[in-house]
């Protein structure tokens, strides 16, 4: 039996591995079925809805999702379940595109895939690490031990971004593979995480047995709590020095936009995603530090709110301010905190 090739697509918070992956389902060849596992560091989970909306009009393409935390502590029960399903033998995909997330440990997940069962049952190709060469600059990124593990596991280095940076950055990250003993992996330039098919085809070279040792088990309730028309539901968690909420509200609850987009500049936040409902439609949001960017989609089949940050958030005031920018004053009849 043929097994599934399989690729790893890694990179800090706000690196662009979300979108990497939607132009490389965008340029999937027609007569393949592709499947795409996404972790994410929070409890609420916004980047599988967003694959999963965009890619509905693609042929042939299935999204899981395993929120809470890296892969490597929850691979006890969610990641092993998503991965079987993905890969079942009615629907084996031709590829499986598997995106950690930005705070997971990408050894420990290639370990996992490289072990039993799974080394007869998937073909470990490239693994691509996307970058924003600004990073290189900032001891909270380079110093980090996820980050170093991230460089130190790609066959491929993106440097995405380089329009937003000048070329001496690209000469730093020279420096940093010298650095970190890294100077023959491969490093393409990408502007909007424009990332080619065929350098997906290349035999992954990290050596995954150094790293198979038993795992530490999380078990992460992956069932997806339903909400009451106008409910909300808030979750939280804290793992070693980063911080996240998250909120879900049912659809008929409305955003106002311009008060949104406003409240999200005004945050002091690592990273943040929010695929709400809105006044104007659907809009996708994101904040990576000082950026913003604003996109319109389909109107989402509920609001999904998702912030990282690096001290303990105020939640219950943050989730004040959320409900006074409520277009629509819906009653709640649903609120949970988890």
């Known amino acids: 039996?043929?097994?599934?090739?399989?690729?790893?697509?890694?990179?800090?918070?706000?690196?662009?591995?979300?979108?990497?992956?939607?132009?490389?389902?965008?340029?999937?060849?027609?007569n393949e079925r592709w499947a795409v596992l996404v972790n994410e560091f929070g409890e609420v989970g916004i980047d599988g809805e967003i694959i999963q909306q965009q890619a509905n009009g693609l042929p042939q393409v299935k999204v899981k999702e395993v929120p809470g935390g890296c892969m490597c502590c929850a691979a006890g029960v969610p990641m092993t379940v998503a991965i079987n399903e993905l890969i079942g033998r009615a629907n084996r995909p031709d590829r499986?595109?598997?995106?950690?997330?930005?705070?997971?440990?990408p050894k420990e997940v290639i370990a996992l895939l490289s072990g039993q069962?799974?080394?007869?049952?998937?073909?470990?190709?490239t693994t691509i690490t996307m970058i924003d060469a600004r990073h290189l600059d900032d001891s909270r990124y380079y110093t980090h031990e996820i980050y170093r593990q991230q460089l130190a596991v790609a066959d491929l280095l993106v440097a995405n971004k380089t329009d937003l940076y000048p070329a001496e950055q690209l000469q730093r990250l020279n420096q940093s593979l010298l650095?970190?003993?890294?100077?023959?992996?491969?490093?393409?330039?990408?502007?909007?995480?424009?990332?080619?098919?065929?350098w997906l085809?290349?035999?992954?070279?990290?050596?995954?047995?150094?790293?198979?040792?038993?795992?530490?088990?999380?078990?992460?309730?992956?069932?997806?709590?339903?909400?009451?028309?106008?409910?909300?539901?808030?979750k939280q968690r804290q793992q070693a020095d980063f911080?996240?909420?998250?909120?879900?509200?049912?659809?008929?609850?409305?955003?106002?936009?311009?008060?949104?987009?406003?409240?999200?500049?005004?945050?002091?936040?690592l990273r943040l995603?929010?695929?709400?409902?809105?006044?104007?439609?659907?809009?996708?949001?994101?904040?990576?530090?000082?950026e913003l960017s604003v996109e319109s989609v389909l109107d989402p089949h509920e609001s999904r709110i998702e912030m990282i940050c690096t001290t303990p958030i105020s939640a219950d005031q943050l989730q004040k301010q959320l409900l006074s920018l409520q277009h629509t004053q819906a009653k709640h009849v649903t609120h949970q905190t988890q």
């Open 201 to 234: 085809a290349q035999p992954a070279r990290f050596n995954q047995t150094r790293w198979q040792r038993e795992l530490e088990y999380l078990f992460v309730d992956s069932h997806t709590e339903q909400l009451a028309v106008g409910g909300y539901l808030r």
């Open 179 to 198: 650095d970190h003993n890294l100077l023959d992996v491969p490093v393409v330039t990408s502007c909007q995480a424009e990332l080619k098919p065929e």
């Open 96 to 105: 499986l595109l598997i995106e950690p997330s930005g705070l997971g440990h």
């Open 117 to 125: 069962p799974y080394q007869n049952l998937l073909d470990l190709q």
């Open 1 to 30: 039996m043929q097994r599934v090739r399989t690729n790893i697509i890694t990179g800090f918070l706000g690196t662009g591995k979300t979108t990497a992956i939607l132009k490389l389902l965008q340029q999937k060849p027609s």
């Open 273 to 290: 995603k929010a695929l709400i409902n809105t006044d104007q439609g659907g809009h996708l949001i994101q904040r990576v530090e000082q």
């Open 243 to 269: 911080h996240t909420a998250g909120w879900r509200f049912e659809r008929t609850v409305s955003f106002g936009l311009q008060q949104f987009i406003q409240w999200v500049q005004d945050l002091e936040v």
